[in-house]
Structure formats: C-alpha cells, structure tokens
C-alpha cells in the first residue's frame, strides 16, 4: 500500500515553454501533498505544500507564479513550471501524507526529472 | 527552523563491513527523526524512524538511536550487502503545522562485493 506515482517520469522541454508533472497516490488519499525539487548531489528541498481544495504554501524563494500547483482531487496534484529555463532543469519529487493518520508519514514518488533545452 | 547536517559521501566498503552514517540536526523544539533510503531510479523509502529522545529505531539490519544530548541520529549497520548500496538521507520534521521533512545532503553507500 502507500503507492505513489508521477507523471512523466523524465521530460525534455525548450526554453519558453510549460511542462505539467503530475503526482498521484494510487491507494488512499493524500490530504496533503508536498513538491521538492532535488539537485545533483545536493539535498531535496522543499518547494511547496499544497492541501486538497486550498492554495498551495510556497517556501521562501520559490516563486509561485513560474511554479504553479494545484491539489484539486485527493489523489491528484499537479505541478505547472511555466515558461522554463535551463536554470529549472532538475529532479522534481513528489509526496503525499494521508492526515488521519497520526503517523503523518509522507509517500514519496520516483521523482520526475526535466530538462529544458 | 530545522536543519540536518550529514557526512559526505560517497562512502565505499567491502561486503559484511560495518557502516555509519553521521548525522547531526538543529531544531528549536523535538523533531521526529528518519532515514530515508534512495535506491537508483526509485523514489525515497523510509528506512527507520525516531519520535522522542533515547528512542531507537530499526529495521532491516539498521540501526539509528535519538540522541538529544548529542543532537545526532546516526545511522549503522553492522554488516553491509552489496543491495544495500543506495542514497541515504536523514531527515527531521518539525511536529507543528504542516509536519514539513527537512533533509540532510544526503550520503551515497557504496558497497563491493
């Protein structure tokens, strides 16, 4: 149990354009969803955390009008980068917490990687 | 906020040698702690985790204890396989708002047979 899936697993864009990654969980319902960005060698950091039906909370310095996501099921989310650059070229993870459980454990999926050309 | 500092990798051992991983973390109040474990081409598992201070956690072989004085969660195991090579990040999340995971840089095991 606790599965859960992205969509595409790699993408290659060009520059200007906007790419969608979506994030699934296949077998129970992910009140929250949380969207990290993972660099070569370097940690994964937190990008935003989104809830079902709400807007997303970005985190300092992430900018939310390039990276725009939204949470409209509770299976589903959706991560937008708008009008992409090299610069944005990188490791795209998601994960999805189910919050009646007390656990709050998050899921992660594969991971998405993009790179725009 | 938290913050999780981690050794370098990548660390390289024979099969059946002993590993650690240092980790050390920052945080304001009592984080719960984890490792995480990545193996190639898939996503983040959870290996083990701790919720309060002296507690240890554990699971396929590895070992990881909450230690408050120290401000660290260490991760061992006494004897390494070849399939446990893989990226091992450590982790602390916050037990307020939205529980959000900070992570360590994360130390890549390399393991030869």
């Known amino acids: 149990g606790a599965v859960v899936s992205q969509h595409p697993s790699w993408v290659i864009c060009k520059s200007g354009t906007s790419v969608k990654i979506e994030c699934r969980s296949l077998d129970f319902q992910a009140t929250t969803m949380f969207w990290y960005r993972q660099f070569p060698k370097k940690s994964l950091m937190l990008m935003a955390t989104s809830n ?19 949470h409209a099921s509770l299976t589903l989310s959706t991560l937008t980068v708008t009008s992409a650059h090299p610069e944005d070229s990188s490791f795209y993870i998601c994960s999805a917490r189910e919050d009646r459980k007390s656990s709050y454990e998050q899921y992660f999926g594969p991971g998405t990687r993009l790179t725009v050309t | ?79 390494v396989q070849v399939s446990d090579s893989a990226v091992y990040f450590c982790a602390a999340r916050e037990n307020t708002g939205f529980q959000k995971l900070v992570f360590g840089t994360g130390t890549r095991l390399l393991v030869s047979p």
């Open chain 2, 1 to 79: 906020g938290n913050s999780v500092t981690q050794m370098e990798g990548p660390v390289t051992l024979s099969e059946e040698a002993f590993l650690t991983i240092n980790c050390t973390y920052t945080a304001t109040g009592y984080p719960s702690l984890f490792w995480y474990v990545q193996y190639p081409g898939e996503g983040l598992q959870l290996l083990l985790k701790a919720t309060k201070a002296d507690d240890k956690g554990s699971n396929k072989g590895f070992e990881a204890t909450y230690r408050k004085e120290t401000t660290s969660f260490h991760l061992e195991k006494g004897s």
């Open chain 1, 52 to 70: 079902e039906g709400s807007k997303a909370t970005y985190e300092q310095g992430v900018e939310k009008d390039k990276f725009l996501i939204n």
